[in-house]
């Protein structure tokens, strides 16, 4: 894969050796009070990669990416993104990466393009040529006509591009997506899928969690988190081999061998269960 820049419907991403780890963790740890969520996992996602971590249910993969992100101070172990440490040089991190929060994190209030000049303020992007990333971020989010109308009369789909869109807009090295397709039907799915394998093809590296094992079949590698713990790690095509044996099979039946079939909702915490009602359609204050 060549080095340096690429041009990719308006924005510039650096495409770095295929060698070079972007996402490094070793033996990281996330306690909540005595709730482990992260139990000394380590991993690492190389340049021009696209991960996948997949887990039931409180399995720790928000804790994880939340660390990687720097909202959460890992408890024990180390994680570096791009060469950063996630704790000591978390404002570089952050200048570094894209994130989709697993919640929806727009303010509903603004408009499309409102949300996007928030970001752009934020991320103190040149205001010379804004207008026209703006534009281009619109564009590539399908949303140009319903550029100025409130996010709030915004579909679950259209509100997942806008956020992807806004996540690119500062030219990321990394793409954070915290199951990015969830809730959307499939038409809406597969609408945002087309756009984040197009990331794959600019050079962009991404690290998200799903629960579509579909995705996950077409990312370059899987980690399979349970109880805070990376129980397998791999190629699609690696897990089902080693879990399956030479018949082969699914990644979905490598996930149920490996996670087993109890449901785990008993397990959420009140304030999992909170968010889940919340993303059913619930109201919460948060
Ligand atoms: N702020 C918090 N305070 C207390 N416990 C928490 C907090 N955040 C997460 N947990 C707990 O940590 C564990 C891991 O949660 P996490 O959100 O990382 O799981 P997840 O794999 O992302 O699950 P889901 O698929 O439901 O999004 C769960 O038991 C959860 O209830
Ligand atoms: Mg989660």
């Given at each position: 894969m060549p080095q340096g820049a690429w041009w990719f419907g308006g924005w510039i991403i650096n495409v770095q050796a295929e060698?070079?780890?972007v996402v490094g963790c070793t033996a990281l740890s996330c306690h909540f009070g005595k709730v482990?969520?992260?139990?000394g996992i380590s991993f690492e996602v190389r340049a021009g990669e696209r991960f996948a971590l997949l887990g039931p249910n409180g399995a720790g993969k928000s804790t994880t990416l939340q660390m990687l992100i720097t909202m959460l101070r890992p408890t024990a172990g180390q994680a570096q993104v791009l060469g950063f440490?996630?704790?000591?040089e978390a404002a570089a991190v952050r200048a570094a990466i894209g994130v989709v929060f697993q919640e929806p994190a727009l303010?509903?209030?603004?408009?499309a393009r409102e949300n996007l000049e928030m970001h752009a303020a934020l991320y103190r992007l040149?205001?010379?040529?804004r207008k026209m990333q703006i534009a281009e971020a619109l564009e590539w989010a399908s949303l140009s006509d319903a550029?100025?109308?409130?996010?709030?009369?915004?579909?679950g789909g259209m509100k997942r591009r806008l956020e992807l869109s806004r996540a690119l807009m500062h030219g990321p090295k990394v793409l954070f997506m915290d199951e990015?397709?969830?809730?959307?039907?499939p038409q809406g799915r597969q609408h945002l899928w087309e756009r984040i394998e197009s990331l794959k093809s600019a050079g962009l590296s991404t690290f998200m969690t799903t629960h579509y094992l579909q995705e996950a079949e077409t990312c370059d590698r899987v980690g399979i988190i349970d109880h805070g713990k990376m129980i397998a790690l791999g190629t699609p095509e690696e897990l089902k081999r080693e879990t399956l044996g030479d018949s082969g099979g699914t990644l979905e039946e490598v996930f149920l061998k490996l996670?087993?079939?109890?449901?785990?909702?008993?397990?959420?915490t009140p304030r999992a269960r909170m968010l889940s009602f919340a993303r059913k359609g619930g109201e919460h204050t948060r």
């Amino acid at each position: 894969m060549p080095q340096g820049a690429w041009w990719f419907g308006g924005w510039i991403i650096n495409v770095q050796a295929e060698s070079e780890t972007v996402v490094g963790c070793t033996a990281l740890s996330c306690h909540f009070g005595k709730v482990v969520a992260v139990d000394g996992i380590s991993f690492e996602v190389r340049a021009g990669e696209r991960f996948a971590l997949l887990g039931p249910n409180g399995a720790g993969k928000s804790t994880t990416l939340q660390m990687l992100i720097t909202m959460l101070r890992p408890t024990a172990g180390q994680a570096q993104v791009l060469g950063f440490d996630v704790t000591r040089e978390a404002a570089a991190v952050r200048a570094a990466i894209g994130v989709v929060f697993q919640e929806p994190a727009l303010d509903d209030r603004l408009s499309a393009r409102e949300n996007l000049e928030m970001h752009a303020a934020l991320y103190r992007l040149p205001r010379r040529g804004r207008k026209m990333q703006i534009a281009e971020a619109l564009e590539w989010a399908s949303l140009s006509d319903a550029a100025k109308r409130p996010v709030s009369t915004f579909s679950g789909g259209m509100k997942r591009r806008l956020e992807l869109s806004r996540a690119l807009m500062h030219g990321p090295k990394v793409l954070f997506m915290d199951e990015p397709t969830q809730g959307l039907d499939p038409q809406g799915r597969q609408h945002l899928w087309e756009r984040i394998e197009s990331l794959k093809s600019a050079g962009l590296s991404t690290f998200m969690t799903t629960h579509y094992l579909q995705e996950a079949e077409t990312c370059d590698r899987v980690g399979i988190i349970d109880h805070g713990k990376m129980i397998a790690l791999g190629t699609p095509e690696e897990l089902k081999r080693e879990t399956l044996g030479d018949s082969g099979g699914t990644l979905e039946e490598v996930f149920l061998k490996l996670t087993g079939r109890a449901l785990r909702d008993e397990e959420a915490t009140p304030r999992a269960r909170m968010l889940s009602f919340a993303r059913k359609g619930g109201e919460h204050t948060r």
